[in-house]
């Protein structure tokens, strides 16, 4: 068990304790330094604020800059949403002074301009010169937007390269020289007088196997991992590097550490649980939303976008919504009346929610039958159908047979099929009078239970309906009721309410998800929007319109080059089968293949949680070494601190490094820290991962000088210059002079992250119908003069200005009206929903033998064994359930920014009055919250808004790292700032899975995915 005692006392107690009692009404007076605070204003516009980026005449409409400022439209990466934004710089001083929102883009403007739009004309629409425009083209970045730009000039980044000193974890570094880190990490030895150490050149054997025996583990380069955070647009580098030069196929991010549950859930209906696609509701148009364990305008991307929308709705009496989650948030707001209601619910049952929802859908027909019924694409063009789905496909459930939770095929009836069996050659067989048919273009029966002849004989058969129907009324609504604390009433009203607005209506979610039945909990809530068939209508669900990728296009391939190697083995986060591995095949000869070792998740994409444990257990093989590119495991991960301490151990992983601008908790164990660019020093390409129905890709370009150190070449230290020298050290293929192949086969060189970026906004540029050509005028106001020459000397003559345009405009925006055609979306998701999903229905579970449900239920929490936690720590003895939230102001990145920490200074536990008051707990009082993985001391806040029996946590305090503990370089030691440690952290209280024999922490069994909802928990008084 695991203990931490917060800081939070003394006058960290009291400065929190007064945020969170009095609320925000001093903020603007503890912000600002202006003549309303008491002060004298240094400038008679406004307070402090520094003078206006531009002036636009009210007579003329001329605009006139501000000859000291640069103005320049880029990527905020205050979060994951990456949003587009306008930033001011200073010149003089190579800072960004302010951050607005990018009207060209719709994750900051509503109605976002037309792409056509000069630079210029952009400027004057912000400014609002038309006659009654009011706001209509203000484009805004959030708070936290605005505040982490601090993260810049954060006296506690790293600037240069960095080794460790004495004891792995120890706190002590010295700086070296660029040079020598790319010597060290690639030539390896004994680099910290403990003993030999391999370095990636010797790591980087392509013949010999990871695992003598078990060549499914691919060769030695797989020992090399590598742990990412967000795909912040520069991954595709990395995995160049990673992938297709040093041949290692480890690559993972944290989604599995973050909202990854959700997406998996949602995955299993789309038909792809690796790629995990989801569907975000139509805000603008919606009449209804159910929004569970996500909070619109708190979290859930992109949700400043989500917030302002549902706000404009809400406030046009267009949409009405309900939240469903444990903890009232600013969703739930008091002006709006009954459009905006919030229903408490015990964590993680939402499933229970959803399948009581769905069972009066059921028995009161409210279900969509006639789109349900169409079993083809075909059938759905016929019958002007949007999207199609599997519901009327039969499934064998004959028990014992090897095709169970399979669907049933022609080849399985003895058809004759022209190609191999199971391909998309064979069809898939509907029910019909005559017994089974081929689906075809018209409508199926939805309901069947009966049997199939085939070659082998009769087999048990049902539609994919029938077995989500009879999960649906596996219990009462009265049981679905108890289970998740909401009245059956509720429940069957809320059901009502849903499907009284044909297709607009829709449920979303997210990282709510994060418990032990997450993804059953999230295929559950997304399968009413099948049952509704709201997927692609204008007012229900629609995917993401997409992007513009910027590797593959009409100039120059980023995605392949000469020599390139193709990395292949099972992924060490075991997310694969595991009858494919040495193991099983000796398990099964021996007569008993289940047990693993190790729980598998073949449903599941990359997992971060699970790597930690692979890593400090050697399961399945031992790593040689562990790169860190700004992610942070250790403090991520519920649970994980308690085997971090064998991380530690140079023995376990003997090489460990960093690619990071800070030292947090996971570069805090590293070997060596490589410095990297922050916010807008950076370069990369994103697109949204989904609430923007048109496509869209963002570009990020450093719009200020970086501060990294210089290399002997005089590149700035970070992620690109890195990989490049290591890659042109080991001599690596697809980096150096001739690394990437234009359309006319010819070769350019990598050397620089300029050589990579600029043909990457080429390719976005050209895509299609090409843009325009940037003016002198757009390359001056946008401030891309700043790197015009590297255009011009990097691009084409025929291509530079349109790679101008992209970074002028901050990216490539498709236009507003191209969001619907007709009544459907543009960009339509054309694959069938799986009202069963054969993958999942179909694999046993590696650790107990066992199938899991192919189809959305409700299942309680259990371990990786199958037992249900409640049998393992019952509700007698833990009474309480801790979930953690999110603030729309910090989290745990943006701790770092001054300006945030005078908002939001800690994190209070947040006690439920039916909690407190049996305790004798008040506001104020020191508490001890304990769980079955650790305890932690700290100040209660006791308040309404909470589901009985529930303590909450908000996320992003309780830091180790981030300059919450003293760090010594060079000798001179920086002390710890106790601002930066406040607080807690949930995580700390985060479980071990008790019932697995290798170390590893609680996760949901089919995703994967980490815990953090509904820890079971208890809470006293303790002072």
Same mark, same amino acid.
């Given at each position: 068990?695991s203990?931490?005692?917060?800081?939070?006392?003394?006058?960290?107690?009291t400065?929190?304790l007064?945020?969170?009692?009095?609320?925000y009404?001093?903020?603007l007076?503890?912000?600002a330094?202006?003549?309303?605070?008491?002060?004298?204003?240094?400038?008679a516009?406004?307070?402090?604020?520094?003078?206006?980026?531009?002036?636009?005449?009210?007579?003329t409409g001329?605009?006139a800059?501000?000859?000291?400022?640069?103005?320049?439209y880029?990527m905020?990466?205050?979060?994951t949403?990456?949003?587009?934004?306008?930033?001011?710089?200073?010149?003089?001083?190579?800072e960004v002074?302010r951050?607005?929102?990018?009207?060209?883009?719709?994750?900051?403007?509503?109605?976002?301009?037309?792409y056509e739009?000069s630079v210029?004309?952009?400027?004057?629409a912000m400014?609002q010169?038309g006659?009654g425009?009011?706001?209509?083209?203000r484009?805004?970045?959030?708070?936290?937007?605005?505040?982490?730009?601090?993260?810049?000039?954060?006296?506690?980044?790293?600037?240069?390269p960095m080794?460790?000193?004495?004891?792995?974890?120890?706190?002590?570094?010295?700086t070296?020289s660029?040079?020598?880190?790319?010597?060290?990490?690639?030539e390896?030895?004994?680099?910290?007088?403990?003993?030999r150490?391999?370095?990636?050149?010797?790591?980087?054997?392509?013949e010999?196997?990871?695992?003598?025996g078990a060549?499914e583990?691919g060769?030695?380069?797989?020992?090399?991992v590598?742990?990412n955070c967000v795909?912040?647009?520069?991954?595709?580098?990395?995995?160049?590097?990673l992938?297709?030069s040093?041949?290692?196929?480890?690559?993972t991010?944290h989604?599995?550490?973050?909202?990854?549950?959700?997406r998996?859930?949602?995955?299993?209906?789309?038909?792809?649980?690796?790629?995990?696609?989801h569907?975000?509701?139509?805000?603008?148009?919606?009449?209804?939303i159910?929004?569970?364990?996500?909070?619109?305008?708190?979290?859930?991307?992109?949700?400043?976008r989500?917030?302002?929308l549902?706000?404009?709705?809400r406030a046009t009496?267009?949409?009405?919504?309900?939240?469903?989650?444990?903890?009232?948030n600013?969703a739930?707001?008091?002006?709006?009346?009954n459009?905006?209601?919030w229903?408490?619910?015990?964590?993680?049952?939402?499933g229970?929610?959803?399948?009581?929802?769905?069972?009066?859908?059921?028995?009161?027909?409210?279900?969509?039958?006639?789109?349900?019924?169409q079993?083809?694409?075909?059938?759905? =063009?016929?019958a002007?159908?949007?999207n199609?789905?599997?519901a009327?496909?039969?499934?064998?459930?004959?028990?014992g047979?090897?095709?169970f939770g399979?669907?049933?095929?022609?080849s399985?009836i003895?058809?004759?099929?022209?190609g191999?069996?199971y391909t998309?050659?064979?069809?898939y067989?509907?029910?019909?009078?005559?017994?089974?048919?081929?689906?075809? =273009?018209?409508a199926a029966?939805?309901?069947?239970?009966?049997?199939?002849?085939?070659?082998?004989?009769p087999?048990?058969?049902k539609?994919?309906?029938?077995?989500?129907?009879?999960e649906?009324?596996?219990?009462?609504? =009265?049981?679905?009721?108890q289970?998740?604390?909401?009245p059956?009433?509720?429940?069957?009203?809320?059901a009502?309410?849903f499907t009284?607005h044909?297709?607009?209506a829709?449920?979303?979610?997210?990282?709510?998800?994060m418990n032990?039945?997450?993804?059953?909990?999230a295929?559950?809530l997304?399968?009413?929007?099948?049952?509704?068939?709201?997927?692609?209508?204008?007012?229900?669900?629609?995917?993401a319109g997409?992007?513009?990728?910027?590797?593959?296009?009409?100039a120059?391939d980023?995605?392949s080059?000469?020599?390139?190697?193709t990395?292949?083995?099972?992924?060490?986060?075991?997310n694969?089968?595991?009858?494919?591995?040495?193991e099983f095949?000796?398990?099964?000869?021996?007569?008993?293949?289940y047990?693993?070792?190790?729980?598998w998740y073949?449903?599941?994409?990359?997992?971060?949680?699970?790597w930690?444990?692979?890593l400090?257990?050697?399961y399945?093989y031992?790593?040689e070494?562990?790169?860190?590119?700004?992610?942070?495991?250790v403090y991520?991960?519920?649970?994980?601190?308690?085997?971090?301490d064998?991380?530690?151990d140079?023995?376990?992983?003997?090489?460990?490094?960093?690619?990071?601008?800070?030292?947090n908790?996971?570069s805090?164990i590293?070997d060596?820290i490589?410095?990297?660019?922050?916010?807008?020093?950076t370069?990369g390409?994103?697109?949204?991962?989904?609430?923007v129905?048109?496509?869209?890709?963002?570009?990020?370009w450093?719009?200020?000088?970086?501060?990294m150190?210089?290399?002997?070449?005089?590149?700035?230290?970070?992620?690109?210059?890195?990989?490049?020298?290591?890659?042109?050290r080991m001599?690596?293929p697809g980096?150096?002079?001739?690394?990437?192949?234009?359309?006319?086969g010819?070769?350019?060189?990598?050397?620089?992250?300029?050589?990579?970026?600029l043909?990457?906004?080429?390719?976005?540029?050209?895509?299609?119908?090409?843009v325009?050509?940037?003016?002198?005028?757009?390359?001056?106001?946008?401030?891309?003069s700043?790197?015009?020459? =590297?255009?011009?000397a990097?691009?084409?003559?025929?291509?530079?200005?349109?790679?101008?345009?992209?970074?002028?405009?901050?990216?490539r925006y498709?236009?507003?009206e191209?969001?619907?055609?007709?009544?459907?979306?543009?960009?339509?998701?054309?694959?069938?929903?799986?009202?069963?999903?054969?993958?999942?229905?179909?694999?046993?579970?590696?650790?107990?033998g066992k199938r899991?449900p192919?189809?959305?239920?409700?299942r309680?929490?259990?371990f990786?064994?199958?037992?249900r936690?409640?049998?393992?720590?019952?509700?007698?003895?833990?009474?309480?359930?801790?979930?953690?939230f999110?603030?729309?102001l910090q989290?745990s990145?943006s701790?770092?920014?001054k300006?945030?920490?005078?908002?939001?200074?800690?994190n209070?536990?947040?006690i439920?009055?039916?909690?407190?008051?049996?305790?004798?707990?008040?506001?104020?009082?020191m508490?001890?919250?304990?769980?079955?993985?650790?305890?932690?001391?700290?100040?209660?806040?006791?308040?309404?808004g909470?589901?009985?029996?529930?303590?909450?946590?908000e996320?992003g305090?309780?830091?180790?790292?981030?300059?919450?503990?003293?760090?010594?370089?060079?000798g001179?030691t920086?002390?710890?700032?106790?601002r930066l440690a406040?607080?807690?952290?949930?995580?700390?209280?985060?479980?071990?899975?008790?019932?697995?024999?290798?170390?590893?922490?609680?996760?949901?069994p089919?995703?994967?995915?980490?815990v953090?909802q509904?820890?079971?928990?208890?809470?006293?008084?303790?002072?």
């Amino acid at each position: 068990m695991s203990t931490r005692r917060n800081i939070l006392k003394g006058a960290a107690a009291t400065g929190a304790l007064a945020t969170f009692g009095v609320g925000y009404a001093d903020t603007l007076k503890k912000l600002a330094k202006g003549h309303w605070s008491g002060e004298r204003p240094d400038k008679a516009l406004a307070g402090n604020a520094p003078d206006p980026e531009y002036r636009i005449d009210p007579e003329t409409g001329d605009l006139a800059l501000n000859p000291d400022q640069a103005l320049s439209y880029t990527m905020c990466i205050g979060c994951t949403t990456m949003c587009g934004v306008r930033v001011r710089v200073d010149k003089t001083r190579n800072e960004v002074l302010r951050v607005a929102g990018n009207p060209y883009s719709p994750m900051s403007t509503d109605p976002f301009i037309p792409y056509e739009t000069s630079v210029r004309d952009s400027f004057r629409a912000m400014a609002q010169t038309g006659a009654g425009q009011g706001l209509t083209n203000r484009s805004t970045a959030c708070g936290r937007g605005n505040a982490v730009l601090q993260q810049v000039t954060n006296p506690r980044r790293v600037l240069k390269p960095m080794k460790r000193v004495g004891p792995r974890g120890s706190g002590e570094w010295q700086t070296i020289s660029f040079e020598q880190l790319v010597e060290e990490v690639v030539e390896g030895g004994d680099l910290f007088g403990e003993g030999r150490v391999a370095g990636l050149r010797e790591i980087r054997n392509l013949e010999t196997p990871a695992v003598e025996g078990a060549p499914e583990y691919g060769p030695r380069a797989n020992r090399l991992v590598w742990m990412n955070c967000v795909d912040d647009g520069r991954d595709n580098f990395a995995l160049r590097w990673l992938k297709q030069s040093f041949g290692s196929n480890n690559f993972t991010r944290h989604g599995s550490y973050c909202g990854g549950a959700y997406r998996s859930g949602s995955g299993a209906l789309f038909g792809d649980v690796k790629k995990m696609p989801h569907a975000k509701p139509d805000f603008s148009e919606a009449e209804f939303i159910i929004f569970a364990g996500t909070a619109p305008g708190n979290a859930g991307n992109p949700f400043k976008r989500v917030g302002a929308l549902v706000a404009q709705a809400r406030a046009t009496g267009k949409l009405t919504y309900v939240v469903v989650d444990p903890v009232l948030n600013n969703a739930q707001n008091a002006p709006s009346g009954n459009r905006a209601r919030w229903l408490p619910i015990k964590p993680g049952t939402d499933g229970a929610l959803a399948m009581g929802m769905m069972r009066w859908m059921f028995e009161n027909d409210r279900i969509n039958a006639a789109y349900l019924a169409q079993p083809s694409q075909a059938a759905a =063009d016929a019958a002007g159908e949007a999207n199609w789905t599997n519901a009327t496909h039969l499934v064998v459930v004959e028990d014992g047979h090897k095709r169970f939770g399979r669907m049933l095929r022609g080849s399985d009836i003895g058809l004759a099929v022209a190609g191999e069996p199971y391909t998309d050659a064979d069809p898939y067989m509907v029910a019909s009078d005559s017994g089974p048919v081929p689906a075809g =273009d018209s409508a199926a029966p939805l309901l069947f239970d009966g049997v199939a002849g085939t070659a082998g004989g009769p087999v048990a058969v049902k539609t994919a309906l029938t077995l989500l129907r009879e999960e649906a009324m596996a219990q009462s609504l =009265d049981a679905y009721a108890q289970d998740c604390g909401i009245p059956a009433e509720t429940i069957a009203g809320l059901a009502r309410e849903f499907t009284s607005h044909g297709r607009k209506a829709a449920v979303n979610s997210h990282g709510g998800m994060m418990n032990g039945s997450g993804f059953y909990n999230a295929w559950a809530l997304t399968m009413l929007n099948t049952l509704i068939g709201n997927l692609n209508w204008k007012g229900g669900t629609m995917i993401a319109g997409g992007g513009f990728p910027e590797t593959k296009g009409p100039a120059y391939d980023l995605a392949s080059f000469p020599g390139a190697v193709t990395a292949r083995g099972l992924p060490y986060g075991r997310n694969a089968p595991y009858e494919k591995t040495a193991e099983f095949r000796a398990k099964q000869a021996a007569g008993r293949p289940y047990p693993a070792e190790g729980p598998w998740y073949p449903q599941a994409p990359g997992l971060a949680t699970e790597w930690i444990s692979s890593l400090v257990n050697g399961y399945p093989y031992h790593a040689e070494a562990l790169i860190f590119r700004n992610t942070n495991p250790v403090y991520g991960i519920p649970g994980i601190a308690h085997v971090m301490d064998r991380l530690k151990d140079p023995a376990v992983v003997p090489l460990i490094i960093s690619v990071d601008p800070f030292i947090n908790e996971s570069s805090a164990i590293a070997d060596y820290i490589v410095p990297d660019s922050v916010m807008y020093e950076t370069w990369g390409f994103t697109k949204p991962w989904g609430g923007v129905a048109t496509k869209a890709t963002t570009a990020r370009w450093p719009v200020i000088e970086p501060r990294m150190a210089q290399n002997a070449e005089g590149q700035r230290v970070g992620l690109e210059s890195f990989l490049i020298a290591t890659a042109k050290r080991m001599g690596l293929p697809g980096f150096g002079e001739a690394a990437i192949p234009d359309a006319e086969g010819n070769l350019h060189p990598l050397n620089r992250a300029e050589d990579w970026y600029l043909r990457g906004a080429a390719n976005v540029a050209l895509l299609g119908a090409p843009v325009g050509d940037a003016s002198d005028d757009d390359i001056e106001l946008s401030g891309v003069s700043r790197i015009r020459a =590297d255009l011009e000397a990097v691009l084409k003559p025929g291509e530079w200005r349109k790679a101008a345009t992209i970074y002028a405009k901050g990216g490539r925006y498709e236009n507003i009206e191209q969001t619907y055609t007709g009544e459907r979306a543009t960009h339509a998701f054309a694959a069938p929903m799986q009202i069963w999903n054969e993958a999942v229905g179909s694999f046993r579970r590696a650790s107990t033998g066992k199938r899991m449900p192919g189809t959305a239920c409700w299942r309680v929490p259990e371990f990786a064994d199958g037992s249900r936690v409640a049998e393992h720590y019952p509700d007698a003895d833990w009474p309480v359930k801790l979930v953690s939230f999110k603030s729309p102001l910090q989290n745990s990145y943006s701790v770092g920014a001054k300006a945030l920490l005078r908002i939001v200074a800690a994190n209070p536990v947040m006690i439920g009055r039916d909690v407190a008051e049996p305790r004798g707990i008040a506001t104020g009082d020191m508490v001890r919250l304990t769980t079955p993985g650790g305890q932690l001391d700290s100040v209660a806040v006791v308040r309404d808004g909470l589901a009985p029996g529930t303590v909450a946590i908000e996320h992003g305090f309780g830091h180790r790292g981030f300059g919450a503990e003293d760090i010594t370089i060079d000798g001179q030691t920086t002390p710890a700032d106790p601002r930066l440690a406040a607080g807690v952290l949930l995580n700390d209280l985060g479980m071990m899975d008790p019932t697995r024999e290798k170390a590893g922490v609680w996760v949901d069994p089919v995703s994967g995915t980490a815990v953090r909802q509904g820890l079971p928990a208890r809470v006293e008084r303790i002072g």
